[in-house]
């Protein structure tokens, strides 16, 4: 076992240079393969592998990591839905992909734009920056946690978390999404790393799962499903929410568009998502043996702060030289995620607020402008990290912005009626009813209704203000928004029928091998669009019938999903 009083390592320092210097030569080495304001902001040019490790490393960070330890060291193993909320929406990522590559665009908001108009756009774009800025600053605050605890103090984690954002700001700025996307192969690879190297070391020290059943005691902290906070209904919800706003998120254009063709997309979106669920299990086992540990030497755990538990058990079990790659892989997961998510912000200001009120400047002009947004969307993170509380509050917060123009999304997809009005009639309606759960006076209403207690309408507990129960809160907003998109929509004007088929073709038509995208949400010249099969077109719905290949993988999708779930079940009960 490591000697917690003992620093850093003079050998994890240099494991932790090696890794951050060899990282920013191969982001700035990316840059000479930037020709065009497409290859900086999209390239669409990636195959498999890359794409599975880019959307991995995307959608994976060590601030994830601090949040399910967090929540599984107070909630018991309950607390990997904090990450696993995600499971269920994993197969609709087969159907997802495909229609954003189909899009041909460059930025989600271009495809707002196609759909409604430019001022939904701009709509998605302060939006989508604002939740970019937001999620910057939850994975700062997480990595920050992490490091401060894994080297007691010894490492300065405000300095920590400063260099390594310079550096991923250096080569996010020099190559682009392009940078971004190789880096991740190597920021993914440490990921994994970062994620199972502490589980055999605390494992050992308790004796396994026998030894946690034994030390814990409480039955209660060893269920998936626990009868407190995180029950199924709280689990149905939350991963409503995800699904609903996984389109609304920035960068999944990215994930699913930088690819060379649609399958590129498929694959590396859910089988990327599949690896981090993998993760998602280690990082909850490690904190529950944390937890029988910390039982064993008789500490109190209500000494221990819940965000530290992760980075404290890094600094108790690993040898010099591992900690320096412990230490190294945290920061790629912040990295490379933190890279690209600067990245989609900076292409949506330049792209859908910046270059349509000054076109026709060069492509270094507008490349300049999206560094310099990088530069703001980084420190608006930075000062987010600063405001809120902790990790849970600051993904709570997180998980509620992007459903808003998800649920926008969705409406325009599947829906010809949803009209202009009617798009922002839904996020506004989402947002307001959002902040009208978090106030006093809604609290104290729900609580005084006839079935608050049955319907558990406002979850209470010692030391916390009472507030609506997550679900209740998700079930509100959404449904707000989808009334107001709905009776909107029905009472204005529709959206003119050319502009709606230029929309609903380009979803229809796959990318043909090798195809080029001249312009964004554009077909290719003399392309055209193929007839497609409708499952249902009653009062305006726009539903076509799957695909073959869409069918054979959305079923493989749930049979992961099911494996995982009760691969998880066993390994727990063995």
């Given at each position: 076992?490591?000697?917690?009083?003992?620093?850093?390592?003079?050998?994890?320092?240099?494991?932790?240079?090696?890794?951050?210097?060899?990282?920013?030569?191969?982001?700035?080495?990316?840059?000479?393969?930037?020709?065009?304001?497409?290859?900086?902001?999209?390239?669409?040019?990636?195959?498999?592998?890359?794409?599975?490790?880019?959307?991995?490393?995307?959608?994976?960070?060590?601030?994830?990591?601090?949040?399910?330890?967090?929540a599984t060291f107070s909630l018991g193993l309950s607390g990997i839905w904090y990450q696993w909320?995600?499971?269920?929406?994993?197969?609709?990522?087969?159907?997802?992909?495909?229609?954003?590559?189909?899009?041909?665009?460059?930025?989600?908001?271009?495809?707002?734009?196609?759909?409604?108009?430019?001022?939904?756009?701009?709509?998605?774009?302060?939006?989508?920056?604002?939740?970019?800025?937001?999620?910057?600053?939850?994975?700062?605050?997480?990595?920050?946690?992490?490091?401060?605890?894994?080297?007691?103090?010894?490492?300065?984690?405000?300095?920590?978390?400063?260099?390594?954002?310079?550096?991923?700001?250096?080569?996010?700025?020099?190559?682009?999404?392009?940078?971004?996307?190789?880096?991740?192969?190597?920021?993914?690879?440490?990921?994994?790393?970062?994620?199972?190297?502490?589980?055999?070391?605390?494992?050992?020290?308790?004796?396994?799962?026998?030894?946690?059943?034994?030390?814990?005691?409480?039955?209660?902290?060893?269920?998936?499903?626990?009868?407190?906070?995180?029950?199924?209904?709280?689990?149905?919800?939350?991963?409503?929410?995800?699904?609903?706003?996984?389109?609304?998120?920035?960068?999944?254009?990215?994930?699913?568009?930088?690819?060379?063709?649609?399958?590129?997309?498929?694959?590396?979106?859910?089988?990327?998502?599949?690896?981090?669920?993998?993760?998602?299990?280690?990082?909850?086992?490690?904190?529950?043996?944390?937890?029988?540990?910390?039982?064993?030497?008789?500490?109190?755990?209500?000494?221990?702060?819940?965000?530290?538990?992760?980075?404290?058990?890094?600094?108790?079990?690993?040898?010099?030289?591992?900690?320096?790659?412990?230490?190294?892989?945290?920061?790629?997961?912040?990295?490379?995620?933190?890279?690209?998510?600067?990245?989609?912000?900076?292409?949506?200001?330049?792209?859908?607020?910046?270059?349509?009120?000054?076109?026709?400047?060069?492509?270094?002009?507008?490349?300049?402008?999206?560094?310099?947004?990088?530069?703001?969307?980084?420190?608006?993170?930075?000062?987010?990290?600063?405001?809120?509380?902790?990790?849970?509050?600051?993904?709570?917060?997180?998980?509620?912005?992007?459903?808003?123009?998800?649920?926008?999304?969705?409406?325009?997809?599947?829906?010809?009626?949803?009209?202009?009005?009617?798009?922002?009639?839904?996020?506004?309606?989402?947002?307001?009813?959002?902040?009208?759960?978090?106030?006093?006076?809604?609290?104290?209403?729900?609580?005084?209704?006839?079935?608050?207690?049955?319907?558990?309408?406002?979850?209470?507990?010692?030391?916390?203000?009472?507030?609506?129960?997550?679900?209740?809160?998700?079930?509100?907003?959404?449904?707000?928004?989808?009334?107001?998109?709905?009776?909107?929509?029905?009472?204005?004007?529709?959206?003119?029928?050319?502009?709606?088929?230029?929309?609903?073709?380009?979803?229809?038509?796959?990318?043909?091998?090798?195809?080029?995208?001249?312009?964004?949400?554009?077909?290719?010249?003399?392309?055209?669009?193929?007839?497609?099969?409708?499952?249902?077109?009653?009062?305006?719905?726009?539903?076509?019938?799957?695909?073959?290949?869409?069918?054979?993988?959305?079923?493989?999708?749930?049979?992961?999903?099911?494996?995982?779930?009760?691969?998880?079940?066993?390994?727990?009960?063995?």
């Amino acid at each position: 076992m490591n000697n917690p009083t003992s620093g850093l390592h003079p050998l994890d320092g240099l494991v932790l240079v090696v890794y951050l210097v060899g990282v920013t030569a191969l982001g700035i080495w990316m840059a000479r393969k930037v020709r065009s304001l497409t290859d900086y902001f999209m390239p669409r040019r990636f195959g498999k592998a890359m794409m599975i490790t880019y959307a991995f490393g995307t959608g994976t960070a060590s601030d994830q990591a601090v949040a399910v330890a967090s929540a599984t060291f107070s909630l018991g193993l309950s607390g990997i839905w904090y990450q696993w909320l995600w499971l269920f929406a994993t197969p609709f990522y087969w159907l997802i992909a495909p229609v954003m590559r189909r899009l041909r665009a460059v930025t989600t908001a271009d495809a707002f734009q196609l759909r409604y108009d430019q001022s939904v756009a701009l709509l998605f774009a302060l939006v989508g920056m604002a939740n970019m800025a937001v999620k910057l600053g939850l994975m700062l605050k997480g990595s920050a946690a992490l490091v401060d605890s894994a080297t007691g103090g010894t490492v300065n984690a405000d300095w920590a978390i400063a260099l390594s954002t310079g550096l991923f700001l250096l080569y996010g700025a020099a190559g682009g999404l392009g940078a971004a996307i190789v880096t991740d192969f190597v920021q993914g690879l440490l990921t994994i790393v970062f994620s199972v190297m502490l589980l055999p070391y605390v494992m050992q020290a308790v004796g396994g799962m026998q030894g946690i059943r034994h030390s814990i005691g409480d039955p209660a902290l060893l269920d998936l499903v626990a009868p407190g906070e995180i029950g199924p209904f709280f689990i149905v919800m939350m991963a409503v929410q995800v699904l609903v706003g996984i389109v609304g998120q920035p960068f999944i254009m990215g994930v699913c568009g930088a690819g060379r063709t649609e399958m590129d997309g498929r694959v590396g979106f859910m089988a990327g998502n599949f690896v981090k669920r993998l993760c998602t299990v280690a990082w909850c086992l490690t904190a529950l043996a944390g937890v029988a540990w910390y039982h064993n030497r008789g500490i109190n755990l209500a000494t221990i702060k819940p965000d530290n538990v992760y980075g404290d058990i890094a600094r108790q079990f690993l040898p010099p030289g591992l900690m320096g790659v412990f230490l190294a892989a945290l920061l790629a997961g912040m990295m490379s995620a933190c890279s690209s998510f600067m990245i989609s912000s900076a292409a949506l200001f330049t792209g859908n607020i910046y270059q349509p009120r000054w076109p026709g400047r060069s492509r270094g002009h507008y490349i300049g402008i999206g560094r310099w947004a990088m530069v703001v969307t980084v420190a608006c993170g930075v000062a987010f990290a600063y405001w809120v509380p902790d990790v849970i509050a600051a993904l709570k917060i997180w998980f509620r912005i992007a459903p808003m123009m998800g649920i926008v999304f969705w409406m325009g997809l599947l829906w010809r009626r949803m009209t202009v009005a009617g798009a922002w009639a839904a996020a506004l309606a989402g947002f307001a009813a959002w902040y009208a759960a978090t106030t006093r006076a809604f609290v104290d209403f729900a609580q005084r209704l006839p079935e608050a207690n049955t319907l558990r309408l406002v979850w209470t507990e010692p030391g916390r203000t009472p507030s609506l129960y997550e679900p209740w809160t998700i079930t509100f907003y959404l449904a707000a928004a989808l009334l107001a998109g709905a009776i909107v929509s029905l009472l204005t004007r529709p959206v003119a029928e050319e502009k709606l088929n230029r929309f609903y073709n380009l979803t229809r038509t796959p990318i043909a091998p090798g195809e080029q995208v001249e312009e964004p949400c554009t077909l290719p010249r003399g392309v055209e669009p193929p007839r497609r099969r409708m499952l249902a077109t009653a009062l305006g719905l726009e539903i076509p019938l799957p695909s073959q290949t869409s069918l054979v993988g959305f079923v493989a999708g749930w049979l992961g999903v099911a494996g995982l779930i009760y691969g998880f079940a066993w390994v727990v009960k063995w």
